[in-house]
């Protein structure tokens, strides 16, 4: 089957991409211009020499139409993993515009080609994310059936929020874990990966590490992946809201993982208070449960633990970069 991925030059879209390689699917790409897609196509065409890939440019998501063109060329079509979304936090644009508008227009502007180009398509995943469903309070167990309170303007009433999630939306916690590619990695990593290095990043090695840094709870990049060409796969999770998380860490997990398995980052990064993690966590990060999405999977699901996580991560970013 074809699949068309958007967003493709993205770094989970990459692994996307990787996945469905190599299951056999079709992949067509969108990503913003010939420059960037041309890195991602050759990167892929050595690693999978008959991969059926093609990459079209939609520069803007927002933009009218923006996927008319690519759907008209496409009509074989099966499956839309959309990914495309805005998610610079250094954005110096206005945040309406550059965060809300792009992401909603966007997301319109795929379905409405779907619907008018597209005879085919059966499923359509959409890259939510976890912070749509997150609480204010870190002792509420989250479910893949909560929103977050704070809505958005724009939406009015339950029935656009139903129509949002009348289809498979993956809601991802932060993703961290290593590029598809080695020569993806630079000095500044993708936007949740940069958010570790940054906690790492200090110039006051011997502070204890902030308690209040992160708190959060992760998902490899790879499983993030995965749960995206699932619901291709199960029936059942093909209208689900997956809740896509795994371990709550906070700063000083951070620390000791990389402490533990990096010993000559010693002197260059916290060591912070090393015994002090299960408790901080405990009281600080959000938990969830979603035994009843990997319950419909046959078999389960095992995710790859956080340390797996930070050790790959940070073995390709040291071959190549100093902290
Ligand atoms: P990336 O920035 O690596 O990928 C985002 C992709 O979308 C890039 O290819 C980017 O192109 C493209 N894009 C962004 N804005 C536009 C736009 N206005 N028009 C056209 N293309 C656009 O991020 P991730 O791989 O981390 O994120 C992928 C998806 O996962 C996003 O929807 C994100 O919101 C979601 N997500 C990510 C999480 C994380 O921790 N990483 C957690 C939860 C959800 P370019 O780089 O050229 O601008």
Same mark, same amino acid.
């Given at each position: 089957?074809?699949? /068309?991925? @958007?967003?493709?030059?993205?770094?989970?879209?990459?692994?996307?991409?990787?996945? !469905?390689?190599?299951?056999?699917?079709?992949?067509?790409?969108?990503?913003?211009?010939?420059?960037?897609?041309?890195?991602?196509?050759?990167? +892929?065409?050595?690693?999978?020499?008959?991969?059926?890939? #093609?990459?079209?440019?939609?520069?803007?998501?927002?933009?009218?139409?923006? =996927?008319?063109?690519?759907?008209?060329?496409?009509?074989?079509?099966?499956?839309?993993?959309?990914?495309?979304?805005?998610?610079?936090? $250094?954005?110096?644009?206005?945040?309406?515009? +550059?965060?809300?508008?792009?992401?909603?227009?966007?997301?319109?502007?795929?379905?409405?080609?779907?619907?008018?180009?597209?005879?085919?398509?059966?499923?359509?995943?959409?890259?939510? #994310? &976890?912070? #749509?469903?997150?609480?204010?309070?870190?002792?509420?167990?989250?479910?893949?059936?909560?929103?977050?309170?704070? @809505?958005?303007?724009?939406?009015?009433?339950?029935?656009?929020? &139903?129509?949002?999630?009348?289809?498979?939306?993956?809601?991802?916690?932060?993703?961290?874990?290593?590029?598809?590619?080695?020569?993806?990695?630079?000095?500044?990593?993708? %936007?949740?990966?940069? &958010?570790?290095?940054?906690?790492?990043?200090?110039?006051?090695?011997? $502070?204890?590490?902030?308690?209040?840094?992160?708190?959060?709870?992760?998902?490899?990049?790879?499983?993030?992946?995965?749960?995206?060409?699932?619901?291709?796969?199960?029936?059942?999770?093909?209208?689900?809201?997956?809740?896509?998380?795994?371990?709550?860490?906070?700063?000083?997990?951070?620390?000791?993982?990389?402490?533990?398995? =990096?010993?000559? !980052?010693?002197?260059?990064?916290?060591? %912070?208070? &090393?015994? $002090?993690?299960?408790?901080?966590?405990?009281?600080?990060?959000?938990?969830?449960? *979603?035994?009843?999405?990997?319950?419909?999977?046959? %078999? %389960?699901?095992? =995710?790859?633990? /956080?340390?797996? $996580?930070?050790?790959?991560?940070?073995?390709?970013?040291?071959?190549?970069?100093? *902290?």
């Amino acid at each position: 089957p074809v699949v /068309l991925v @958007t967003g493709a030059t993205g770094f989970i879209a990459q692994h996307v991409i990787d996945k !469905l390689l190599a299951r056999n699917y079709s992949v067509i790409g969108t990503g913003r211009s010939e420059e960037k897609n041309s890195v991602v196509i050759k990167n +892929f065409k050595e690693k999978y020499p008959k991969g059926e890939l #093609s990459f079209a440019v939609v520069p803007e998501i927002g933009a009218d139409d923006a =996927f008319d063109d690519v759907l008209k060329e496409h009509p074989e079509v099966k499956y839309v993993i959309h990914m495309a979304s805005p998610i610079d936090f $250094s954005t110096t644009s206005p945040l309406k515009e +550059f965060f809300l508008d792009a992401a909603v227009t966007g997301t319109l502007n795929i379905l409405k080609a779907i619907k008018r180009f597209a005879p085919n398509v059966t499923n359509v995943v959409l890259t939510s #994310s &976890y912070v #749509s469903l997150m609480q204010n309070d870190p002792q509420i167990v989250l479910t893949n059936d909560m929103w977050n309170p704070i @809505t958005w303007d724009d939406v009015k009433n339950s029935s656009d929020a &139903y129509r949002a999630s009348k289809f498979a939306t993956v809601n991802p916690a932060l993703v961290t874990g290593p590029q598809v590619f080695d020569s993806s990695v630079n000095k500044v990593l993708n %936007g949740s990966n940069q &958010y570790i290095l940054h906690v790492v990043k200090t110039d006051d090695v011997n $502070s204890k590490a902030p308690q209040d840094q992160l708190p959060i709870v992760g998902v490899d990049v790879r499983d993030t992946a995965e749960f995206h060409i699932l619901p291709l796969e199960i029936e059942a999770l093909s209208e689900d809201r997956i809740l896509l998380v795994d371990e709550p860490f906070i700063g000083q997990r951070v620390f000791n993982i990389l402490n533990d398995n =990096f010993p000559e !980052l010693k002197g260059k990064i916290p060591v %912070g208070d &090393y015994n $002090s993690v299960d408790e901080l966590e405990e009281k600080f990060c959000p938990k969830q449960d *979603i035994s009843n999405i990997i319950n419909k999977i046959p %078999g %389960g699901y095992k =995710f790859i633990p /956080l340390e797996t $996580s930070l050790v790959d991560t940070f073995k390709q970013y040291l071959a190549k970069e100093e *902290i």
